[in-house]
């Protein structure tokens, strides 16, 4: 734009400069009218004939005249059209591609495939010939076993995605059979995913986390990539169970023993401690993005999945000896105390506004804070000091994860709220008894963040509060929320 508007301004001033020309000698000519003075002027008349000008006066005759440039003219309207004819030339070769891919048959753009490193334009043109139905479902099929190496290529060099707009049209033609699909997404994702434990494993009922991940975090377009744990198998013929702090809607039967991609699962009590190898059974599936609920128990009106298949993942486990005993979990959790990692000090966690409603018979004040980019996981259970009262509920605990945004709060009904109180204290506690049930987001953050001194700006009602009315605004949760829960919704 910035190279339009030079050309565009040095060519207007040439043409403007050719238009009015250069002063060439002429005749004698009365400079108000234009009258030939030719034979007068060395009479010395006063006057011009014509109009009656003063002659005598300097200037009044004019012995020069303005001769315009045609070739500065043309130099002009050529600086003017340059870069347009540029851009006019860019657009044609970007239609007919640098190799004239526009005019070439399918077979011998799809030839061009094996030969071509660095195939910009060839995905773009087959994928406009497929929407166009220039390329058909089975011309289309040699593209996309060509597609699946070069999705390959890509993943390992980390280029940019010349193919997606081919990908995303043989998809919607119909031209990607289920082999296929198979091959990209195991292309696209790794055949062979990578698991990963969070935390040490012990001979008894204790816990213990574990994730499952694949080398491209990215998700194909319009589908999902979907991974369950089967089971977890020892090499001492034992299997453990595994159980999934996030049940989602429609989740397959007990029976089936499958898990989302992150979960937590207990050592077998026959097992003694010492190293083992451990055997991860995934399943892995490429769903459509909008049909990822319950897909692995293929149940009624479920999307079915477009590719799957089932890998094992071995790696050593150290169990260790019990460090405690009962039902629920007896692990110790992590806390950081680091002043570096503190959420208030980081800005991190930071107060929006508090204020108070006040009614007949009692007040709920309600003070708002916001979570954003946490350098650590935080368990946090919120605390309104308004005077000598207190409000808290010790069983909403939120969990809010390292490096994400929360717009989040808390409500507390006051049976009284003098009107001398013109600020509240916010205190957010660690809460490490619930912190144990989720296994893997170790370390969390373990001293209290106190905001004293908010400024509370209050609003009157002449009426009593509503019988109806619930006392916490934030949603009920309990301590065993899933672990990408908060009370406010996630940005």
């Not at 989602?248 to 699962?265: F, H, K, R």
């Not at 692990?331 to 929006?352: H, W």
Request: hydrophobic share 40%; net charge positive; aromatic share 8%.
């Amino acid at each position: 734009m910035i190279v339009i508007v030079i050309f565009g301004a040095a060519g207007i001033v040439m043409i403007i400069w050719g238009w009015r020309g250069a002063a060439v000698a002429s005749e004698p000519r009365c400079a108000q009218c234009g009258y030939d003075l030719r034979g007068v002027a060395d009479l010395k008349i006063a006057r011009c004939s014509e109009c009656g000008g003063e002659l005598g006066r300097h200037g009044a005759v004019s012995r020069s005249a303005f001769q315009r440039r045609p070739k500065r003219i043309m130099a002009g309207i050529v600086v003017l059209g340059l870069p347009w004819l540029l851009i006019l030339i860019a657009m044609v070769l970007r239609f007919i591609g640098p190799n004239g891919e526009r005019f070439r048959s399918n077979q011998s753009i799809i030839v061009s495939l094996l030969n071509d490193p660095n195939p910009a334009w060839q995905w773009p043109e087959l994928a406009l010939r497929l929407r166009s139905g220039r390329l058909g479902k089975a011309e289309a099929s040699p593209a996309v076993n060509e597609f699946v190496a070069e999705v390959q290529n890509r993943r390992e060099k980390n280029g940019p995605l010349f193919w997606k707009d081919f990908f995303q049209a043989a998809d919607r033609a119909g031209a990607i059979d289920p082999d296929q699909y198979l091959k990209i997404a195991q292309a696209y994702y790794g055949k062979v995913p990578t698991v990963t434990l969070h935390s040490p494993v012990q001979a008894t009922n204790a816990p213990s986390g574990f994730s499952v991940s694949t080398v491209n975090h990215w998700q194909l377009p319009g589908n999902e990539l979907v991974c369950a744990v089967r089971r977890i198998s020892l090499a001492a013929g034992s299997t453990a169970p595994v159980k999934s702090p996030i049940p989602s809607p429609g989740a397959p039967p007990a029976s089936e023993n499958l898990v989302d991609a992150s979960g937590n699962w207990i050592a077998p009590p026959n097992v003694l401690p010492g190293r083992y190898q451990a055997t991860f059974v995934v399943d892995m599936g490429l769903v459509p993005a909008a049909g990822r609920s319950g897909f692995m128990a293929g149940l009624p009106g479920q999307a079915p999945p477009r590719a799957r298949w089932t890998e094992s993942v071995t790696l050593p486990l150290d169990i260790s000896a019990a460090s405690g005993a009962g039902n629920g979990p007896t692990r110790a959790v992590a806390l950081e105390t680091d002043p570096e990692f503190d959420p208030k000090k980081t800005g991190a966690i930071s107060v929006v506004a508090a204020r108070a409603l006040c009614y007949a018979d009692r007040a709920v004040v309600i003070v708002s804070f916001k979570i954003d980019h946490l350098p650590i996981n935080c368990f946090l259970n919120a605390e309104i000091k308004a005077g000598d009262e207190r409000y808290s509920k010790p069983d909403q605990s939120y969990l809010y994860l390292v490096g994400r945004s929360y717009d989040s709060g808390i409500a507390g009904e006051f049976d009284s709220l003098p009107t001398e109180i013109h600020t509240v204290d916010l205190v957010l506690r660690p809460s490490p008894e619930n912190m144990k049930a989720f296994i893997g987001y170790d370390p969390f953050w373990g001293n209290p963040i106190s905001f004293e001194n908010i400024e509370l700006k209050r609003q009157s009602f002449p009426f009593r509060l509503p019988v109806n009315h619930s006392k916490p605004t934030t949603q009920t949760q309990p301590a065993t929320a899933p672990a990408n829960a908060s009370p406010f919704p996630e940005k």
